[in-house]
T-cell receptor
């Protein structure tokens, strides 16, 4: 199935550092979402982006919806140990029968934070 | 906040047996639920869209006779892995869309191990 390409694949940083990861696609998406997944759990929504060019923040997290609608980035500032996890971008690829979201997920960025 | 619950959270079964996984929206109704499969260190791959009161829509390459989906009520979808084999061992995650708000919520996932 279709996937979005995320980079980097993994990152190992020191606590307090800023982090940036991005997601690209060959297709246009109308919605971009960023999720965090902890081991053995389902993904949890961090930020949702609905308009091209939109820049949205959620605490230490900032994400932008690319103008071309084919990319997005997520920044984490002043990282802390609990930021450890796998971060996935997701794009709305189309509508299910009832008109609700059908998502395509990125390949993931694994983040490790050293205290 | 809205919660989507999956049961069981983990299951071990013998090769050739069938396993049923439930996905429940606990405080909202969902006409549409989605089933994903996630292999270790990989992304979430959409398997099928579960529609209340009608047949599920399967993604390309997903065998509908092997992965039976039943969405019998507005709060419950089930995924049955029939004649499971070791290669079916994976983390199965569902998501549900709130019929009133359109928000999407993910379950905690169900880990299936087939011996």
């Amino acid at each position: 199935g279709q996937q979005l390409n995320q980079s980097p694949q993994s990152m190992f940083i020191q606590e307090g550092e800023d982090v940036s990861m991005n997601c690209t696609s060959s297709s246009i998406f109308n919605t971009w979402l960023w999720y965090k997944q902890d081991p053995g759990e389902g993904p949890v929504l961090l930020i949702a982006l609905y308009k091209a060019g939109e820049l949205t923040s959620n605490g230490r997290l900032t994400a932008q919806f690319g103008i071309t609608r084919k990319d997005s980035f997520l920044n984490i500032s002043a990282s802390i140990p609990s930021d450890v996890g796998i971060y996935f971008c997701a794009g709305q690829a189309g509508w299910a029968n009832t008109g609700f979201q059908k998502l395509v997920f990125g390949t993931g960025t694994r983040l490790l934070v050293s205290p | 906040g809205a919660v989507v619950s999956q049961h069981p959270s983990w299951v071990i079964c013998k090769s050739g047996t069938s396993v049923k996984i439930e996905c429940r929206s606990l405080d909202f109704q969902a006409t549409t639920m989605f089933w994903y499969r996630q292999f270790p260190k990989q992304s979430l791959m959409l398997m099928a869209t579960s529609n209340e009161g009608s047949k599920a829509t399967y993604e390309q390459g997903v065998e509908k006779d092997k992965f039976l989906i039943n969405h019998a009520s507005l709060t419950l979808s089930t995924l049955t892995v029939t004649s499971a084999h070791p290669e079916d061992s994976s983390f199965y995650i569902c998501s549900a869309t709130d019929i009133d708000t359109g928000e999407l919520f993910f379950g905690e996932g169900s880990r299936l191990t087939v011996l």
